[in-house]
């Protein structure tokens, strides 16, 4: 349900993408929702445009519950199609890495899962951003990776190849990623809220305590 603040985005003074709005109750579709309408209102040029992005020279963080979305459940099944990437306890789960193309983007440069997709491509916007889009997107991208990590080895530990040194570890990590993840077992956007992600996101290190204290009273200011 939305806040009684309605979250929006809007081009500020100096032209960058700023927020309004933010409230405790605010959840990550409504900020989904927000730069859709902005879109709407500010259509990018991408269909032009030589850069394309989805054409893979970035890294593309997978979403938790966008890999629940897209797999209809069944995250083993996608497993396989995404960019893993573990070392010394670190594990990353990319949808993109490197130089290779989206596999969701068909000949026409069009997105196969557009209302699946992970929070990275959602909340991409290739125009300046001010401060607080900045956090609101480095929490809520993190946190939905983090998530990710915990998803990824749900689907290692229930996997019979798995050798047994492996899943010692692969248990271990598990329990740490889930003890600080908000967003973790959940299948929609709504049942998250931005203000969780921020101060949960706050201990993964991409947004920063003092970032995350400001973040805090800019919703304590609304309801
Ligand atoms: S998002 Fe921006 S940079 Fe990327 S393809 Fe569209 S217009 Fe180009
Ligand atoms: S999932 Fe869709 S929006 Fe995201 S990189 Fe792939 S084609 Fe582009």
């Known amino acids: 349900m939305k806040g009684l603040v309605t979250l929006k985005l809007f081009l500020n003074q100096e032209n960058e993408v700023a927020v309004d709005g933010v409230s405790s109750k605010a959840t990550v579709q409504d900020f989904f929702d927000a730069i859709d309408d902005f ?3 500010n259509p990018l040029p991408c269909e032009t445009c030589k850069q394309n992005c989805c054409g893979g020279r970035f890294k593309i963080n997978m979403d938790s519950v966008s890999a ?3 797999s209809r459940g069944k995250v083993e099944r996608i497993i396989p199609k995404l960019f893993v990437d573990m070392g010394e ?3 990353e789960v990319f949808l993109v890495a490197g130089n290779k193309k989206c596999r969701n983007l068909n000949g026409l440069g069009r ?3 557009y209302k699946e997709r992970p929070a990275s491509c959602r909340t991409y916007i290739c125009i300046a951003k001010s401060s ?6 480095a929490a809520i991208v993190a946190e939905l990776h983090h998530a990710m990590r915990a998803e990824y080895l749900d ?3 229930a996997d019979r190849a798995t050798p047994a040194a492996a899943i ?3 248990g271990a990590l598990r329990q740490e990623i889930v003890s600080t993840s908000i967003a973790y077992n959940r299948n929609n956007y709504s049942e998250i809220l931005i203000k969780d992600c921020v101060k949960a996101d706050s ?3 991409n947004v920063t305590p003092a970032e995350a204290a400001w973040f805090q009273e800019l919703i304590n200011k609304n309801v």
């Open 132 to 137: 607080c889009y900045k956090i609101l997107e």
């Open 39 to 41: 879109f709407t209102a």
């Open 203 to 205: 201990a993964h290190s």
């Open 168 to 170: 010692e570890p692969a």
């Open 89 to 91: 306890n670190k594990l």
């Open 111 to 113: 997105c196969l899962v």
């Open 155 to 157: 689907v290692v530990l």
């Open 68 to 70: 629940r979305k897209i």
